[in-house]
């Protein structure tokens, strides 16, 4: 029941997906400094938003910025500070933070920042 659920929500979450320009233009909905090269916790947040959702990933070296997107859903700005890095993540506007999106992404956060 629980993955119908799931599969309900992606499903209607894609049928009126934002463009990125769109996602861009959303508020910050948490920003995170964390001791982590910027590279490696993207690479991180890739892998572990795949385990969800196929994610896909935009890395800048040159700007030591990547960004990493959850199609229809979310998006990570990974940038480098110092020998960390600073997350910020933003969401397509939602009516409420259906499926604990916020909540799942402070977590792949925090799990990264501990691997």
């Avoid at 992606?10 to 997906?17: K, N, S, T, V």
């Avoid at 896909?56 to 960390?84: I, K």
């Avoid at 890095?85 to 992404?105: F, H, M, P, Q, Y």
Wanted: hydrophobic share 45%.
């Amino acid at each position: 029941m629980k993955a119908i659920a799931g599969s309900l929500l992606l499903l209607a979450l894609c049928a009126c997906a934002p463009s990125l320009d769109e996602l861009r233009s959303e508020p910050i909905r948490f920003t995170t400094t964390q001791p982590v090269p910027y590279d490696a916790m993207a690479n991180c947040i890739l892998a572990r938003t795949t385990e969800e959702r196929a994610g896909t990933m935009q890395m800048d070296a040159r700007h030591q910025v990547a960004y990493v997107v959850v199609p229809a859903t979310a998006e990570y700005t990974v940038r480098a500070v110092g020998g960390g890095s600073t997350v910020e993540w933003r969401r397509r506007k939602l009516i409420g933070d259906l499926g604990g999106l916020e909540e799942a992404a402070r977590a792949i956060v925090v799990r990264c920042s501990q691997a």
